[in-house]
């Protein structure tokens, strides 16, 4: 048994690796095709299962480059284009993903430890902080409204997060698209294609990076953001209001991790926080949280605690092997891209991109991209911070869970 689990978490991380490096594609995406193969090979459960959280954890750690060095970005890693990148245009971008790789393996530990003393205490706040979470929610909007301290940045906040959420509430209560895609365009247009079409317009050029392998942020400032990001994870993965990019925003603004190194290094604790979270979950309340959580709900049914340990072991496994591989990959291919005019990558990536929202969202979807790429370079235009653009989560999830998500959509007869 395992060997065939060793030999499946390894198939897990070359799956997870091809959909990390592909815009627009998810593990989310390639689980029916896996189920499809499982029922054709008479797959084992537990190794379907071992070879679906194995690709989960994998795609994490490489959705960073994309991300960082393409600017296209998946949900997960949507905030991650402008610290990223603006360390790789500082010459710094290996420095970026190995924050993230950091970020992702210490929070792994972290994140159970905190799972293996107040599991108990996690379950508890699961029970009493539903009808609650919307106006926490409310509340880290207001705080990221005033944080702009001026009034003129304030107004301008304001209106980015009611244009970018009546955009989220749109395309998240529309049918034109189809759904498990619909983010694609919205984030990808206010945080990727945006920023790219700004460094196009500054005519900015991939420096030569650095060959230092220090890291430019203090142990302690580590330190603070993998807590944070394990704790955010954690809350990501209990509570069903709150995603991975809210989480990072309320993360931003109460946590102050602002600058962009501890930034990266919170994000990527997230992600591999609310992962490994979601799958726990399962154990302790029977709600799964996570696309590769259902899927294993669906495969094993009842989780025991043995399944956890078992599965958390093939989670532990593939998650060291993909560091290693992000890392490889972060010091190759900056230094091939300085090689290249950065001008000619840039239109080539909204080239791509582009090609790949209509393949997924088809025309529909370009109508989307443009608006919400209208909305990420009048972020910028104003001078705010872009995460000001999840509104379009934000707002969505404010209505959702406090009951007026009908009154709204018969408003926009939706």
């Given at each position: 048994?395992?060997?065939?689990?060793l030999?499946f978490?390894f198939?897990?991380?070359?799956?997870?690796?091809?959909?990390?490096?592909?815009?627009?594609?998810?593990?989310?995406?390639?689980?029916?095709?896996?189920?499809?193969?499982?029922?054709?090979l008479n797959?084992?459960?537990?190794?379907?299962a071992a070879?679906?959280?194995?690709?989960?954890?994998?795609?994490?750690?490489?959705n960073?480059?994309?991300?960082?060095?393409?600017g296209?970005?998946?949900?997960?890693?949507?905030?991650?284009?402008?610290?990223?990148?603006?360390?790789?245009?500082?010459g710094?971008?290996?420095?970026?993903?190995?924050?993230?790789?950091?970020?992702g393996?210490?929070?792994?530990?972290f994140?159970?430890?905190?799972?293996?003393?107040?599991g108990g205490?996690?379950?508890?706040?699961?029970?009493?902080s539903?009808?609650?979470?919307?106006?926490?929610?409310?509340?880290?909007?207001?705080f990221m409204?005033?944080?702009e301290?001026?009034?003129?940045?304030m107004?301008?906040?304001l209106?980015?997060?009611?244009?970018?959420?009546?955009?989220g509430?749109?395309?998240?209560?529309?049918?034109?698209v189809?759904q498990q895609n619909?983010?694609?365009?919205?984030?990808t247009?206010?945080?990727g294609?945006?920023?790219?079409?700004?460094?196009?317009?500054?005519?900015?050029s991939?420096?030569?990076?650095?060959d230092e392998?220090?890291?430019?942020?203090?142990?302690k400032?580590?330190?603070?953001?993998?807590a944070?990001?394990?704790?955010?994870?954690?809350?990501?993965?209990l509570?069903?209001?709150i995603?991975?990019?809210?989480?990072?925003?309320?993360?931003?603004?109460l946590?102050?991790?602002?600058?962009?190194r501890?930034?990266?290094?919170t994000?990527?604790?997230?992600?591999?926080?609310?992962?490994?979270?979601s799958?726990?979950?399962?154990?302790l309340?029977g709600?799964?949280?996570s696309?590769?959580?259902?899927?294993?709900?669906?495969?094993?049914?009842e989780?025991?605690?043995?399944?956890?340990?078992y599965?958390?072991?093939?989670?532990?496994f593939?998650?060291?092997?993909?560091?290693?591989?992000?890392?490889?990959?972060?010091?190759?291919?900056?230094?091939?891209?300085?090689?290249?005019?950065?001008?000619a990558?840039c239109?080539?990536?909204i080239i791509?991109?582009?090609?790949m929202?209509?393949?997924?969202?088809?025309?529909?979807?370009?109508?989307?991209?443009?608006?919400?790429?209208?909305?990420?370079?009048?972020?910028?235009?104003?001078g705010?911070r872009?995460?000001?653009c999840?509104?379009?989560l934000l707002?969505?999830?404010?209505?959702?869970?406090?009951?007026l998500n009908?009154?709204?959509?018969?408003?926009l007869?939706?």
């Open positions: 048994m395992l060997f065939e689990t030999l978490s198939l897990g991380v070359g799956i997870g690796v091809f959909a990390g490096m592909m815009p627009g594609m998810h593990v989310n995406t390639l689980i029916p095709l896996l189920f499809s193969l499982s029922l054709l797959l084992h459960p537990y190794y379907l070879l679906i959280v194995s690709t989960a954890i994998s795609e994490i750690f490489i960073f480059i994309p991300s960082i060095f393409l296209a970005p998946e949900e997960d890693t949507s905030l991650a284009v402008l610290p990223g990148h603006r360390l790789l245009l500082e710094r971008g290996y420095e970026a993903i190995k924050l993230t790789v950091i970020g393996i210490c929070s792994l530990i994140s159970l430890i905190l799972i293996s003393f107040f205490v996690f379950s508890y706040l699961y029970e009493i539903r009808p609650y979470v919307h106006y926490l929610i409310a509340l880290v909007v207001i409204i005033i944080s301290k001026r009034l003129k940045k107004l301008s906040a209106l980015i997060i009611m244009l970018s959420g009546m955009l509430v749109i395309t998240l209560n529309s049918s034109l189809p619909v983010l694609f365009p919205v984030l247009g206010l945080f294609l945006s920023t790219l079409l700004i460094s196009i317009s500054e005519r900015a991939i420096p030569k990076q650095t392998t220090d890291l430019k942020i203090s142990g400032e580590i330190l603070k953001s993998i944070l990001g394990s704790f955010a994870g954690i809350i990501v993965g509570l069903p209001a995603g991975i990019s809210q989480a990072a925003v309320i993360v931003q603004h946590g102050k991790a602002r600058e962009a501890s930034f990266l290094v994000l990527s604790g997230i992600n591999v926080g609310n992962e490994i979270f799958l726990v979950n399962l154990f309340v709600n799964p949280r696309g590769s959580s259902v899927a294993v709900q669906r495969i094993l049914a989780l025991s605690f043995f399944d956890i340990v599965l958390i072991g093939a989670i532990c593939s998650a060291g092997i993909a560091a290693v591989l992000t890392l490889h990959l972060g010091n190759k291919i900056p230094r091939f891209l300085e090689k290249l005019n950065y001008r990558i239109v080539s990536v791509f991109i582009v090609a929202i209509f393949l997924l969202t088809g025309i529909f979807g370009l109508l989307i991209a443009f608006a919400s790429t209208s909305i990420g370079l009048l972020c910028a235009y104003f705010i872009r995460s000001h999840m509104g379009c707002l969505p999830s404010i209505l959702f869970f406090s009951g009908p009154v709204i959509i018969s408003f007869m939706i």
